[in-house]
């Protein structure tokens, strides 16, 4: 099992940037997939979730109405349109499938994760 994400970059505050995980050796139809991130010198935190069979999403408030997670059922991809970024929005992301095909984005957020991608670094200067 193996999560490729990719679309990170060097932007300025207000840009847009999208994010996207291709999975190899998964089927991304049955599980929850999300999106993590870590800034420099903090913890892991989720940022977006989205269950792959009734598209039921969640968002941390931190991103609410700035990004976006969609699928892609053709390609097997995840994406995160991030728009309106920030400063503070500078960090690595990641990639995320869910441990349980039952997990829901809740799950996720509580840190059922089965597999992580490799991670992409968005920097936002100001």
């Known amino acids: 099992v193996q999560l490729q994400a990719s679309g990170g970059g060097l932007v300025q505050t207000g840009d847009s940037l999208r994010l996207s995980c291709t999975g190899l050796?998964?089927?991304?139809?049955?599980?929850?997939m999300g999106w993590f991130r870590q800034g420099p010198g903090e913890e892991r935190e989720f940022v977006a979730g989205?269950?792959?069979?009734?598209?039921?999403?969640q968002y941390a408030d931190s991103v609410k109405g700035r990004f976006t997670i969609d699928k892609d059922n053709a390609r097997n991809t995840v994406s995160l349109q991030m728009n309106s970024l920030k400063p503070e929005d500078t960090a690595v992301y990641y990639c995320?499938?869910?441990?349980?095909?039952?997990?829901?984005?809740?799950?996720?957020?509580?840190?059922?994760?089965?597999?992580w991608g490799q991670g992409t670094l968005v920097t936002v200067s100001s």
């Open positions: 995320a499938a869910a441990r349980n095909q039952h997990d829901s984005p809740y799950n996720v957020r509580a840190g059922s994760v089965g597999s």
């Open positions: 989205m269950r792959w069979g009734d598209s039921q999403k």
């Open positions: 050796g998964i089927s991304f139809r049955r599980l929850t």
